[in-house]
């Protein structure tokens, strides 16, 4: 069950992350006319502040706990998306820029947050457990840019927004390791791992 939660985490936040930065150029160049290379500017500031924000989630979750901080994350980056989805021509530039900011701040942060809960599940099979929830985040890329082909940007956003909404509401039943947990060795024996 925890696998299948933070699979579903990354394939909204990471997933949303590629396909996002893929058509932002576009959106802004459409949206409010400016110059290609200015539109990809914007897209490559989305990216930017993603990558720059995933180790905050890391820190932020090792700091106040896991599920909360997946939650809380997950629940800014919902509302980052739906304000993006409000985003038209009678907007000023700049606070369109500063909404895909805060937008893309809370998805790379909940991209972070995602691999902080990943060893805590079974820590003898994290590579494996990583590269599961890893690969999800792809899957996330298809379906939302194949959405994205069908309909407008504005529901697009939306479209992302609800499947992060759903993602939220899933990491609530995430089950987060207090204390202590037991590993069982390859010998057989059983070790105690603190959980900070």
């Known amino acids: 069950m925890p696998v299948a939660i933070l699979s579903v985490a990354y394939a909204v936040t990471f997933g949303a992350e590629l396909a996002v930065v893929s058509m932002l150029p576009l959106f802004f160049k459409e949206t409010f006319m400016v110059p290609i290379a200015l539109a990809g500017l914007f897209g490559a500031c989305f990216a930017a502040i993603d990558v720059i924000s995933c180790p905050s989630g890391g820190?932020?979750?090792?700091?106040?706990?896991?599920?909360?901080?997946?939650?809380?994350?997950?629940?800014?980056?919902?509302?980052?998306?739906?304000?993006?989805?409000?985003?038209?021509?009678?907007?000023?530039?700049?606070?369109?820029?500063?909404?895909?900011?805060?937008?893309?701040?809370?998805?790379?942060?909940?991209?972070?947050?995602?691999?902080?809960?990943?060893?805590?599940?079974?820590r003898r099979l994290t590579g494996q457990i990583a590269g599961m929830v890893g690969a999800y985040g792809n899957?996330?890329?298809?379906?939302?840019?194949?959405?994205f082909s069908l309909v407008s940007p504005s529901v697009f956003f939306l479209t992302i927004a609800g499947g992060i909404a759903f993602a939220m509401l899933c990491a609530m039943f995430l089950d987060e390791p207090k204390g202590t947990m037991a590993e069982v060795m390859p010998d057989g024996t059983v070790q105690l791992i603190e959980v900070h």
Do not use: H
């Open 59 to 122: 820190f932020i979750s090792d700091k106040f706990g896991r599920k909360g901080s997946l939650v809380i994350l997950l629940g800014g980056a919902a509302v980052g998306f739906f304000l993006m989805s409000q985003i038209t021509a009678e907007w000023p530039i700049a606070l369109a820029v500063a909404t895909m900011m805060f937008c893309s701040f809370f998805l790379g942060s909940a991209a972070g947050c995602v691999f902080a809960v990943v060893p805590l599940i079974k």
């Open 139 to 147: 899957i996330g890329a298809v379906l939302f840019l194949t959405v």
